[in-house]
């Protein structure tokens, strides 16, 4: 038994699904289960208690340029479709899910969302067949996890997994989701409960599994449990043995510290709780994992509005030790999140030239080198890249 499941104490909240057998009850209060408790791991026992020296950024072997529609290295076998969010429209605010092949060619989209709403956070299941990711509608509408396949068929929602009125699921939303890698579950962010007037912040935010039938659904981490209000947990990335879990903990104007960003880990099983990077560093977003474990790349953001100028791509090992930088620093330029090539042999990543222009992905080595320039969208932003497996043949 993993996490914690949800768990109903009063009847009328609580809506029963039943799904191939299997039923699931879903309401009210959340019942500890194995794992971490409620309140076992407060806030100031994860927190540094003393600020952790920020790594100092070495130049990378040469600055992302456009040299190219195709990557400098041909992709290997294992490589397979990426799958990236695209801006649409002159006001941007409708956003679909595309996919390009691993040279930068053969982009087709994957999801069609309606006027006005916005897919985000795609994750290919392990073997590159189908695919995961949020839709949000207008500003009345909470995100909700959908499915679709690699040709973009069968798009359908999971769940919803909340009943309307149920104590725990009042501005319920539902986002982030990445599979793991034998397929069997699904990690995403939920969060819930009544918005601060004054900064927005929702009360709570943990992540969750659940299966992809969106049955089994279990909670696993506990940060905001006891410090309501206090941020986000969100953007969570599995290990490549299925054992551990990086994720984003991004506090509130009133968290610990005040607007802080940091990547966190966590056992499959709830327990193990640990922070990666320091708070300094701004660490944030979907991290990605080297396909032998051993790696983690992830990107940085300086404070401000989203695409603010700064940051940059990082890399350390996987237990948060020997961080350093890939791309150059000070940098006059935007990066979003990075991932690995099923292979190993690249990185993908998004990269705009400052506030108000459109991103575009971008491979390198491992190392940082031979960055390439892999689309060219001046009519819209591409982020968020995930790298699927290609499929098996026959």
């Known amino acids: 038994m993993t996490g914690t499941r949800l768990a109903r104490t009063t009847p009328t909240t609580a809506r029963t699904r039943t799904r191939a057998g299997a039923g699931l009850l879903l ?60 801006t649409l429209g002159t006001d941007r605010e409708t956003g679909a899910i595309l996919s390009t092949g691993p040279d930068g060619t053969g982009e087709r989209p994957l999801t069609q969302p309606p006027d006005g709403a916005r897919d985000d956070n795609p994750s290919w299941s392990p073997d590159g067949v189908a695919l995961a990711f949020d839709r949000t509608g207008d500003a009345a509408s909470a995100a909700r996890i959908w499915l679709t396949t690699a040709s973009g068929e069968n798009a359908h929602q999971v769940g919803p997994l909340c009943s309307v009125g149920a104590p725990d699921c009042i501005n319920e939303a539902e986002s982030h989701p990445a599979f ?3 397929g069997g579950r699904i990690a995403f962010n939920r969060t819930w409960g009544s918005g601060d007037p004054e900064t927005g912040q929702i009360q709570y935010s943990d992540l969750y599994l659940m299966t992809p039938d969106g049955t089994d659904v279990q909670r696993l981490t506990f940060l905001t449990n006891d410090k309501p209000y206090s941020g986000e947990v969100t953007s969570p990335s599995w290990s490549p043995d299925g054992k551990q879990l990086v994720f984003e903990y991004r506090t509130s104007a009133t968290g610990l510290p005040a607007d802080g960003r940091a990547l966190f880990s966590v056992a499959a099983d709830g327990t193990g709780l640990r922070q990666l990077t320091p708070w300094e560093l701004r660490a944030g977003g979907r991290a990605g994992w080297s396909p032998d474990g051993t790696r983690i790349v992830f990107t940085t953001f300086p404070a401000g509005p989203d695409l603010t100028p700064g940051g940059g791509i990082y890399a350390m090992h996987a237990d948060g030790s020997a961080i350093e930088a890939l791309t150059p620093g000070p940098s006059d330029v935007s990066y979003g999140p990075a991932a690995y090539a099923p292979d190993g042999g690249s990185i993908v990543f998004a990269r705009a030239a400052g506030t108000g222009t459109s991103s575009d992905l971008y491979v390198m080595q491992p190392d940082g080198g031979s960055p390439t320039r892999l689309t060219d969208t001046p009519d819209r932003s591409e982020s968020r890249p995930s790298w699927g497996t290609a499929p098996p043949q026959g």
């Open 180 to 182: 793991s890698p034998d």
């Open 27 to 86: 309401a009210g209060a959340l019942l500890t289960g194995c794992g971490a408790q409620p309140g076992d791991i407060p806030l100031s026992e994860i927190r540094a208690e003393s600020p952790s020296p920020t790594p100092t950024p070495e130049p990378a072997a040469a600055a992302p340029g456009v040299v190219g529609a195709a990557a400098a290295t041909p992709p290997s076998a294992r490589n397979g479709l990426i799958a990236s969010r695209v």
